[in-house]
């Protein structure tokens, strides 16, 4: 059982952390000081709130804190319980009375992610939330209890949940395997009912009953059983009510009760049982019958037409009169579930997220970007920039319109083929670059070209503008798979599959591009690395290893171009494998290569054409073992945060390594931590905040570390929280400040109570003094030594006990 934290993902904002510490500030300070030092302290505490509010407008998640970025557009189901609770294909959200949105997530107590059914018990007042992997949630109130034992079973076969029906305290999960009774007051599987022919495994796709009888629909038709067998466990007590009275063999997609009656979905038309049998109550052949729901007495249709693709939703009476038909082609697209409640009509479409509609439509769609983001990942400007498309482990084009992606802390935002139709020729977005000169965005389109964003003005670069060249055998396919800007701003760009297959936009937007001197398959090019030499560093997909480029004195002047090739094998770079996915450079100029088989560095890459330079392969100590560091893991991405420290994505999830890579302070999995998938593709770092963002196959998480890069002088320092507010246990950080400083924190006659070094631009503290002891209420000095040798006060921190 875990507790389930109750705020929404925008409210983890220290504003809303301080009236609480204020409230309980106020009653233990009244309890333990004098009037006149109470006053003093409450002073001091609202300068310190006033400054505070100013300083916090985009303030960050505590440190050691997650949020997830999810797509909440794709919404599957709805049910009506305590509040309206809408599952997306990610996770839950509920809206109240209120219209307040909550979100339900691994990051406030969900034990997992993508949802496949969920379901409402009155009896109990619990929401039953089940995932693609069989794991099983139940929340009540702000508890959730998992139910493990499906996910964990040895069973083989089928276990998929395709619906759920809760009833009297109890769960009935319609799956592959058949049906599986959970009790929902033990919180453990109650029985399994194997009501296949034979009492074999059958797909049961849904479950209801009237009282009496039981009824099943499943792939071997409609299925009845006395309420009142001895053991329903028992496949004999199942008659198949499929092949006679009207309901012919087959599979029954769904079977429901409205106004007392019996109601059956097989394909497109629906069945109503009467005294002789059934007969058809609804029937249309032009539309797909995506959902059927019962809803306080009324049918719901949700449908799709066969030939336009238009979705509608239909009311429809227990007696089959059509109440009502509603289609509008901004909130019913690809609809999949609707109910009823107070007259107002709830639709959850997973190409639209979830509407409600009284007259008109409301949209109910938390933010969160369209979807996961495969391709670069940067922070720039205090905004996160995430490339949505996508290539597959051949370098083969998924089609991917959504473009890319920005954050500005609060709000997100798309730019692509759904807000530009300029981009319609643009897919895939893989890479990204900020310009230095106008801090406009430049995105490659694996397939479309390069694509400038500045503001308002998109402009786009093919072979006809630039001197970009199209893939080998195609007559457009311009293929843009690495950018990166060099010292001097001119953006090169790697052209995947071109002859010529490495460009550079000079900063005098002028044009050229070269052919690597080496034979290299498919003419495999990605992501672009440049040193501190001005050089490039150019990964090479397809198990072709890594490229340097030194150009000389000029861009034009080839006469002192200078290349190597890294590969496997003393002498020839030293690389652990050919498979390179990922480079970055450190603070010490050294570049760091993630390969299918770990991590290489090159720590003299500014000599690398002067004198016999290769990749060494770091040794990591974990635990009582020293081995290679990520030897037998496929590093994806490596992000270097403000402290020098390593952030390595791979298949198995994230680490958080030293600057040296000799040990693991971090490694984090979707299973022991709020992880949403252990497969990452790539990582980012906010310099300024040290938040994390992790793009993983599920979609994109953040993790607010500790580290951020430091500045040249001690300017705007900020401590949060501060007031630090009773019985807080976090961790209290002190941002701003240059490198590696040296922090102490002193009682305000200078007593010494606790010092430690910034880790870049930041400083954690955890309220103790050098002894480990918890420190008094009161006011505390933040003094600063920097790289000068000078200490200074520059700031104070109010603790309150």
């Not at 980012?684 to 938040?691: K, L, R, V």
């Amino acid at each position: 059982m875990q507790q389930f934290l109750l705020h929404k993902q925008s409210s983890i904002k220290y504003k809303a952390y301080i009236p609480i510490a204020i409230g309980s500030a106020r009653q233990q300070m009244l309890n333990s000081t004098t009037k006149a030092g109470y006053q003093i302290l409450l002073l001091l505490i609202s300068f310190f709130l006033f400054h505070i509010s100013l300083k916090a407008q985009n303030a960050q998640v505590p440190i050691g804190y997650w949020r997830e970025h999810l797509n909440y557009n794709s919404a599957q189901a709805v049910v009506k319980g305590d509040k309206i609770y809408c599952a997306t294909a990610n996770n839950v959200f509920s809206v109240d009375a209120n219209n307040n949105e909550q979100r339900y997530s691994k990051i406030n107590g969900l034990n997992d992610i993508g949802v496949s059914a969920i379901g409402w018990d009155e009896t109990t007042q619990q929401l039953v939330i089940t995932y693609t992997n069989c794991n099983i949630d139940v929340v009540k109130g702000d508890v959730v209890n998992n139910i493990g034992d499906i996910q964990r079973s040895a069973v083989v076969g089928n276990k998929t949940i395709n619906s759920i029906y809760c009833n009297g305290g109890f769960a009935y999960l319609c799956s592959g395997l058949g049906v599986i009774v959970l009790n929902l007051t033990k919180y453990e599987v109650n029985d399994a009912w194997y009501i296949g022919n034979g009492g074999g495994e059958v797909v049961v796709n849904a479950i209801t009953t009237d009282g009496n009888f039981w009824y099943a629909a499943t792939n071997e038709g409609l299925k009845q059983a006395s309420v009142n067998a001895a053991n329903l466990a028992n496949y004999n007590n199942w008659q198949n009510l499929s092949g006679s009275n009207g309901l012919s063999d087959g599979v029954t997609q769904n079977a429901v009760l409205a106004s007392g009656k019996l109601l059956v979905q097989k394909n497109d038309t629906l069945l109503v049982q009467n005294s002789s049998g059934f007969a058809i109550l609804y029937t249309d052949s032009n539309w797909q019958i995506t959902n059927l729901n019962s809803s306080n007495g009324k049918l719901l249709l949700c449908q799709q037409n066969k030939q336009t693709g238009i979705g509608r939703v239909l009311q429809i009476h227990a007696n089959g009169a059509i109440e009502t038909t509603l289609t509008n082609s901004t909130y019913i697209v690809l609809p999949r579930q609707a109910m009823v409640d107070n007259n107002s009509l709830w639709i959850a479409d997973s190409s639209e997220g979830l509407s409600k509609y009284n007259t008109s439509f409301s949209s109910y769609i938390p933010d969160g970007p369209l979807g996961t983001a495969d391709g670069d990942m940067l922070v720039a400007n205090n905004t996160l920039y995430a490339a949505a498309g996508s290539v597959d482990a051949n370098w083969q084009a998924l089609q991917n319109r959504n473009g890319l992606y920005t954050f500005n802390g609060d709000a997100w935002n798309t730019i692509g083929y759904y807000s530009k139709p300029i981009f319609d020729s643009v897919l895939d977005i893989v890479t990204l670059a900020i310009d230095p000169a106008n801090q406009s965005i430049w995105a490659g389109s694996y397939g479309g070209g390069l694509v400038n964003i500045d503001g308002a003005t998109t402009k786009i670069y093919k072979a006809n503008n630039s001197s970009l060249q199209p893939t080998i055998g195609t007559n457009k396919d311009i293929r843009v798979s690495g950018l990166a800007f060099d010292n001097t701003n001119n953006l090169w760009i790697s052209n995947y599959g071109a002859a010529q297959n490495i460009s550079v936009r000079k900063a005098d937007g002028s044009y050229k591009s070269f052919a690597i001197p080496f034979i290299h398959t498919g003419n495999a090019v990605a992501q672009i690395t440049i040193d501190d030499a001005n050089q490039l560093w150019i990964v090479s997909p397809l198990g072709n290893g890594l490229f340097v480029y030194n150009y000389g004195s000029s861009i034009d002047a080839v006469n002192d171009d200078q290349w190597k090739f890294f590969k496997t094998g003393v002498g020839s770079g030293n690389l652990p494998i050919n498979t390179v996915y990922c480079t970055a450079k450190d603070k010490n100029g050294f570049i760091w290569i993630g390969t299918a088989k770990g991590i290489a560095v090159v720590q003299c890459p500014t000599e690398v054409f002067t004198q016999n330079c290769e990749a060494i392969l770091p040794v990591v100590q974990q635990d009582s073992f020293a081995g290679y560091l990520f030897q037998d893991e496929e590093v994806h991405t490596i992000a270097v945060d403000g402290a020098n420290r390593k952030w390595v994505g791979t298949k198995n999830g994230v680490w958080l390594i030293s600057p040296e890579g000799d040990n693991i302070i971090y490694r984090f999995t979707a299973d022991n931590s709020p992880l949403l998938n252990n497969d990452i593709k790539r990582i980012a770092i906010d310099p300024q905040s040290g938040e994390v963002y992790i793009a993983t196959a599920a979609g994109i998480c953040s993790f607010r570390s500790t580290a951020t890069e430091g500045g040249e002088t001690n300017s705007n320092v900020l401590v949060f929280p501060n007031p630090v507010p009773p019985n807080y246990n976090g961790t209290i950080a002190i941002k701003g400040l240059v490198d590696n400083a040296l922090v102490k924190i002193a009682e305000l006659d200078g007593r010494l109570v606790y010092q430690t070094r910034a880790l870049g631009g930041q400083a954690i503290w955890n309220g103790k003094n050098y002894k480990g002891e918890q420190i008094a209420s009161g006011v505390y000095l933040v003094i600063v030594r920097d790289d000068t040798g000078l200490e200074k006060i520059v700031t104070k921190i109010v603790l309150v006990k």
